[in-house]
């Protein structure tokens, strides 16, 4: 029987938040460490700007993010083991988790740029376990799963995070100081190009399913901004490593690396203006509503990263209106991670008048946008 609020104590509300909290545990979406991700490359974007005191305050936000959904995840893997896998093994939602990844090595890239080196080597280590157990994993996982449905339809934009997270090992192994040891060279020119390949699988598989599969304005998601983003950190990842000191791997490779990171930007802000073009048929034509999703965090990070990308490819290639490009859209980046943050509160605030604690941990809907 429900008691009247004027008998209920603390103890009798802390009694109705725990269920609510324990059903948002269970139901986190796994690809908020997007909500990390985009603070992080803000945060980078604003330093390589000059505004320091922007860069700090969202640094502190984003361990705090960070620190925050590391707690929940756990928790969630220990008490909801069940719930946890089967969205490991749902196509739909089974890459968000490489988002882990990429948060932890976004952290450690930009703690690099304070000094920490031993926090980036830690996250890196981190990040590079997680991506081991994922990428390997994720896609045996939905080879062998049990049942008789296809993959294929579940293809999306966060299959991209498997490209993200693979290339965010080669952008935080790059920013070690120098001199950075052969090996770990070697390593970063390794995920580069095994995330340039795997761009082309998952973008030749997201054209098939969308060539093969009717799409409906739910099947076009904030996510899908990822395709974009994944070429922005290939070519931040390929920068960096252009920076780096000549060893005979380097010189080897620095031709294919220079030409691809360029390839990769003309065709990543080619992809902008279609992303815009499939946002206003999705919100404006076919009239969906627009409201605060975790996958909203998917744009902010494309949007952070393509100036850091920007910049530090024409840092390495020596073209001064890219590097100029790079420094003027890290506010267009901070703008648009304001908007969405903003959402957020005004979201986890209704949620909490709604119903305490349960809505604010999810969105409500799966990372690919449709409703659960």
Same mark, same amino acid.
């Given at each position: 029987?429900?008691?009247?609020?004027?008998?209920?104590?603390?103890?009798?509300?802390?009694?109705?938040?725990?269920?609510?909290?324990?059903?948002?545990?269970?139901?986190? @979406?796994?690809?908020?460490?997007? !909500?990390?991700?985009?603070?992080?490359?803000?945060?980078?974007?604003?330093?390589?700007?000059?505004?320091?005191?922007?860069?700090?305050?969202?640094?502190?936000?984003?361990?705090?993010?960070?620190?925050?959904?590391?707690?929940?995840?756990?928790?969630?893997?220990?008490?909801?083991?069940?719930?946890?896998?089967?969205?490991?093994? @749902?196509?739909?939602?089974?890459?968000?988790?490489?988002?882990?990844?990429?948060?932890?090595?976004?952290?450690?890239? *930009?703690?690099?740029?304070?000094?920490?080196?031993?926090?980036?080597?830690?996250?890196?280590?981190?990040?590079? !376990?997680?991506?081991?157990?994922? @990428?390997?994993? =994720? /896609?045996?996982?939905?080879?062998?799963?049990?049942?008789?449905?296809?993959?294929?339809?579940?293809?999306?934009?966060?299959?991209?995070?498997?490209?993200?997270?693979?290339?965010?090992?080669?952008?935080?192994?790059?920013?070690?100081?120098?001199?950075? /040891?052969?090996?770990?060279?070697?390593?970063?020119?390794?995920?580069?190009?095994?995330?340039?390949?795997?761009?082309?699988?998952?973008?030749?598989? #997201?054209?098939? *399913?969308?060539?093969?599969? /009717?799409?409906?304005?739910?099947?076009?998601?904030?996510?899908?901004?990822?395709?974009?983003?994944?070429?922005?950190?290939?070519?931040?990842?390929?920068?960096?490593?252009?920076?780096?000191?000549?060893?005979? !791997?380097?010189?080897?490779?620095? /031709?294919?690396?220079?030409?691809?990171?360029?390839?990769?930007?003309?065709?990543?802000?080619?992809?902008?203006?279609?992303? !815009?073009?499939?946002?206003?048929?999705?919100?404006?034509? *076919?009239?969906? *509503?627009?409201?605060? #999703?975790?996958?909203?965090?998917?744009?902010?990070?494309? =949007?952070?990263?393509?100036?850091?990308?920007?910049?530090?490819?024409?840092?390495?290639?020596?073209?001064?209106?890219?590097?100029?490009?790079?420094?003027? #859209?890290?506010?267009?980046?901070?703008?648009?991670?304001? =908007?969405?943050?903003?959402?957020?509160?005004?979201?986890?605030?209704?949620?909490?008048?709604? @119903?305490?604690?349960?809505?604010?941990?999810?969105?409500?809907?799966?990372?690919?946008?449709?409703?659960?």
């Amino acid at each position: 029987m429900r008691l009247p609020d004027e008998t209920r104590g603390p103890d009798s509300s802390l009694a109705l938040r725990r269920p609510a909290l324990e059903a948002g545990i269970r139901d986190l @979406n796994p690809g908020y460490f997007a !909500l990390a991700m985009a603070t992080g490359i803000v945060s980078r974007a604003m330093r390589s700007d000059g505004s320091a005191r922007l860069s700090a305050i969202l640094l502190v936000l984003t361990i705090v993010f960070y620190a925050v959904l590391v707690v929940a995840y756990g928790w969630r893997l220990a008490r909801y083991r069940r719930e946890f896998l089967a969205d490991a093994a @749902n196509p739909r939602k089974a890459f968000a988790f490489f988002t882990f990844v990429a948060a932890s090595d976004v952290l450690g890239t *930009r703690l690099a740029a304070d000094g920490h080196t031993g926090a980036t080597i830690g996250l890196l280590i981190v990040a590079g !376990l997680a991506w081991l157990v994922l @990428n390997y994993g =994720v /896609p045996l996982m939905l080879i062998t799963r049990h049942g008789t449905q296809p993959a294929l339809p579940g293809v999306n934009g966060t299959w991209f995070v498997w490209v993200v997270g693979t290339q965010s090992i080669a952008v935080s192994a790059t920013v070690l100081p120098s001199p950075v /040891p052969a090996g770990v060279v070697a390593v970063a020119v390794a995920a580069w190009s095994v995330g340039v390949v795997l761009y082309v699988l998952v973008a030749a598989l #997201e054209v098939t *399913r969308l060539v093969l599969y /009717p799409v409906e304005p739910g099947d076009l998601t904030p996510a899908d901004w990822v395709f974009m983003g994944s070429t922005a950190i290939s070519v931040l990842a390929g920068a960096q490593i252009l920076l780096l000191p000549a060893d005979p !791997l380097l010189t080897a490779v620095r /031709p294919v690396i220079a030409g691809m990171s360029i390839v990769l930007w003309a065709f990543g802000t080619w992809l902008i203006p279609f992303l !815009l073009g499939i946002g206003v048929w999705r919100h404006l034509i *076919r009239k969906v *509503r627009l409201r605060y #999703e975790p996958a909203l965090w998917s744009i902010v990070f494309p =949007v952070g990263m393509y100036g850091v990308a920007s910049r530090e490819l024409g840092t390495a290639l020596h073209v001064s209106w890219l590097t100029t490009l790079g420094s003027d #859209e890290a506010w267009l980046a901070l703008a648009v991670w304001i =908007v969405v943050f903003l959402a957020m509160l005004g979201f986890f605030l209704g949620a909490v008048l709604r @119903n305490p604690v349960r809505h604010a941990v999810t969105s409500g809907t799966a990372p690919d946008g449709r409703t659960e």
